[in-house]
T-cell receptor
Framework: GENVEQHPSTLSVQEGDSAVIKCTYS??????FPWYKQELGKGPQLIID?????GEKKDQRIAVTLNKTAKHFSLHITETQPEDSAVYFC?????????????FGEGTQLTVNP | GAGVSQTPSNKVTEKGKYVELRCDPI?????LYWYRQSLGQGPEFLIY????????DSGLPNDRFFAVRPEGSVSTLKIQRTERGDSAVYLC??????????????FGPGTRLLVL
């Protein structure tokens, strides 16, 4: 099955700085990579996603890059704001013989200090 | 429109009891997923429905766990003879369909289960 590793587990930045979170996956057949933001007591909320036929995608202050050869993808947040503070999860989608599923990383606790 | 809803939001039960957790997916979404999230970890896949059938239940930890989706909309996750280790947040997600290319999954707020 798929295995997703995420780094760092915690990240603290000053307001206005950039934040980068990195993930690696193990199964080259994975073809869809979403990123979720989870605030305390809430469910994960999709913030951006990328498919395997694209190398980079940007949405305002958020961007994601994908390197299929190296099997890693990254989340970039620019001009961070205190409301960006949350836990961020990367995930990889794999369709296999036993079904289709998302495999999540362990999460990154991002703290943006005012 | 309305998102994925889950009830109850919190459930406290005693070891050995039976619990049911409910998920109402986004209207029109044919794919429904259940995940379990332990404290400080990412969600872990439990089961996936495409329509009324469980297309993949390989993530269910043992035979105490069972889920149904009889009419292809609402789903219920059932846990028999609960154990303290079952304490976690149970998340439900739905997507428009589950094609080979992956579809965006929208998550509900979760049910926080505590087994005493």
């Amino acid at each position: 099955g798929e295995n997703v590793e995420q780094h760092p587990s915690t990240l603290s930045v000053q307001e206005g700085d950039s934040a980068v979170i990195k993930c690696t996956y193990s199964d080259s057949a994975s073809n869809y990579f979403p990123w979720y933001k989870q605030e305390l007591g809430k469910g994960p909320q999709l913030i951006i996603d990328i498919r395997s036929n694209v190398g980079e995608k940007k949405d305002q202050r958020i961007a994601v890059t994908l390197n299929k050869t190296a099997k890693h993808f990254s989340l970039h947040i620019t001009e961070t704001q205190p409301e960006d503070s949350a836990v961020y999860f990367c995930a990889a989608f794999l369709r296999g013989t036993s079904g289709s599923r998302l495999t999540f990383g362990e999460g990154t606790q991002l703290t943006v200090n005012p | 429109g309305a998102g994925v809803s889950q009830t109850p939001s919190n459930k406290v039960t005693e070891k050995g009891k039976y619990v049911e957790l409910r998920c109402d997916p986004i209207s029109g979404h044919t794919a429904l997923y259940w995940y379990r999230q332990s404290l400080g970890q990412g969600p872990e896949f439990l089961i996936y429905f495409q329509g009324t059938g469980a297309a993949d239940d390989s993530g269910l930890p043992n035979d105490r766990f069972f889920a149904v989706r009889p009419e292809g909309s609402v789903s219920t996750l059932k846990i028999q003879r609960t154990e303290r280790g079952d304490s976690a947040v149970y998340l439900c997600a739905s997507s428009l369909r589950s094609a080979g290319g992956g579809e965006t999954q929208y998550f509900g707020p979760g049910t926080r289960l505590l087994v005493l």
